[in-house]
């Protein structure tokens, strides 16, 4: 595999975990030229409580301790939706039963996690929303000048040029929650948005999963055991065996911005009426453009996340030995 970074990047994923979000987790995890930093958790494919349940069994299932911040249970202004149980399961794992992490959540709220650790280390911080971005709104709530502070974002929501996955129009992180959404889109700061436009174009299959659980039993396995019930997913849907690599697409366009191309458009969400939740590219909105994915080299993205993915149980051995 071809490597094109040498230098290591921190990341914090806010995440409400569901298959796709276990998927990226463990990839950054298993990636050397990632520095996960914390999770924070959010509504979305699951309930808060569940999601942060999720996210400290996966950082455990890492060998790693990093702190696990909950975030908001609820959207800034709209009545929450339902979790998406029909896609990810009723505990966010596909049919595995809900996890029983040891550890407890960090005793701060997710952003009062986010505002310290970007002050903290100043300018070295991606931020890696694969959820609703409520935690993210609430982090310029309360820290207006944080952003001057966020290297940047790297955002896996939006359907800019193409149509949605949970509406015609919407895509499911920003129709979860489009005030905070647009009140992110907003700011000024530097985002890539990794949406439909591309992740839907990056596909796995059953057996690149059960390749992993022969490389990587432990979490291999683990990510061939919840995916089963993802494809089934994508199978009542588009009829093929095959599931979406929304959230794993987030992560590597951090490590590897150059299998994407991006479009500069500044960007607004329509916060009510029949498009609610529909991610605009406006010119005249007066905002700072946002680098949305255009396009994807799909075949070169999924390979990256096979070849680091296959060194998962490697990396968590490392890092255990290291602690
Ligand atoms: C996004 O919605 C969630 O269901 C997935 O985890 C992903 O973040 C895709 O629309
Ligand atoms: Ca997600």
Redesign the pocket.
Known sequence: MSVNKDKTDKIIIDT?P?I??AMAIHLAFADARLEVLALTSVF??VFTEQATRNALALVEHAGSTIPVAAGAARPRSQTPNAP?HY??GKEGFGNLPAPRPKAQPDPREAPQLLSQMCRQQSGEIILCP??PLTNIAALLDADPDIAAHVKKLVI?GGAVWCPG?VTNVA???IWNDPHAADRVFAADWDIDLIG?DV?QKVTCVQDDFEGLRQTSPDIGGFLADITSFYIDFYHSVVGQHVCMM??PSAVIAVTDRDAFEFREAPLRVVCEGDEIGRTIADMQCGRRPVNVAAGVDSARVRKIFLDICAQADTMRSRRIAAS
Do not use: I, Y
Request: net charge negative; hydrophobic share 25%.
């Open positions: 409400d569901g796709d979000d979305g494919n998406s896609v990810h694969v959820g896996m996955n895509e499911a992180n439909l992740t929304h959230d």
